[in-house]
């Protein structure tokens, strides 16, 4: 945060004596991994500092003024080792219209996209021995806890676990409509639009499910237009919406507790709560809904 000056005339006011600043600290918690290291940061609690006094010229005011940019007393953070961020998008589309005469066309359309992103994190999966948490392993089939970060008051009691986060949502898209006009004074078209998404994620709570990352959104329609006499037109729509989450999800393997030796086991043998051995909403309702909307609609033209 610098000073600036406003180069108007002054105008008295009361200022305080002094004026204090706060800088923020950043806390890097680096999880220490067979691979390299994973990071946490937690903003600390801010430091107030004392801004020297300055005094403006004669014949000015001063005011403080923000320069946008990173202020020379916030540390940067160093980071302990490679975050692995990765990410893509893929999309690809094709279209076409048939058209055998004036009085026919099909039009159909399809879209694929596939968004993906991940990053290495260390993360508390919140296992007791009452409810399980996500337990990820390590290439030879060992527990991925961090190694030398503990839980608060402890020095033994190993508190993160290590894996790569990542969010996977391709999603297709199709729709076919048929256009018919028989007759010059009428138009009507039938079609269907569907939506779906077979994604999926790392479940750092073993309780959480895909939900939005697996729906399907479908709405088929129809409607007619009809020319009564010229600037007079009746047409009647009737569009049908639905919406439904997809089947079961959740963390595979789960633990129990927090340390180098613990068991790490599937989640779907478990008695406790876990988003495989619940229903596919979760401890939510299920996310779906259908709408049939039918419209009536009188078009005069003068």
Avoid at 45 to 62: D, N
Avoid at 185 to 202: D, K, L, M
């Amino acid at each position: 945060m610098n000073t600036g000056w406003f180069t108007r005339p002054s105008i008295p006011r009361i200022s305080p004596p002094s004026r204090r600043r706060t800088a923020w600290r950043i806390a890097v918690a680096a999880c220490p991994t067979p691979s390299g290291f994973a990071i946490a940061l937690n903003p600390a609690v801010p430091v107030p500092l004392h801004e020297s006094q300055s005094t403006a010229p004669e014949g000015h005011s001063g005011h403080h003024t923000i320069d946008l940019g990173l202020p020379h007393d916030v540390p940067i953070p160093v980071y302990g080792g490679p975050i692995g961020h990765f990410d893509h998008r893929r999309v690809i589309s094709v279209g076409s219209a048939l058209s055998p005469s004036d009085n026919y066309v099909l039009d159909f359309n399809y879209a694929y996209n596939d968004v993906y992103t991940a990053t290495n994190i260390c993360y508390n999966n919140g296992a007791t021995p009452t409810l399980p948490g996500t337990a990820p392993t390590t290439v030879s089939g060992a527990p991925s806890v961090g190694l030398g970060v503990y839980s608060r008051r402890s020095t033994t009691q190993p508190a993160d676990w290590y894996a790569k986060d990542f969010t996977d949502a391709p999603t297709k898209f199709g729709s076919v409509t048929v256009t018919l006009s028989p007759v010059k004074t009428i138009h009507s078209a039938i079609g269907y639009r569907i939506s779906s998404v077979n994604g999926n994620q790392f479940f750092n709570n073993a309780r959480s499910v895909n939900g939005s990352l697996i729906p399907t959104y479908q709405s088929p329609f129809a409607n007619v237009s009809w020319t009564i006499h010229h600037g007079l037109i009746w047409k009647p729509e009737d569009n049908f919406f639905g919406y439904g989450e997809g089947g079961l999800s959740g963390p595979q393997f789960c633990a129990t507790s927090t340390s180098a030796t613990s068991p790490v086991v599937l989640s779907t043998p478990l008695p406790f709560h876990a988003s495989l051995t619940e229903p596919s909403s979760g401890l939510t309702t299920p996310g779906t809904f259908h709408a049939n909307n039918f419209t009536l609609g009188v078009h005069y033209g003068f």
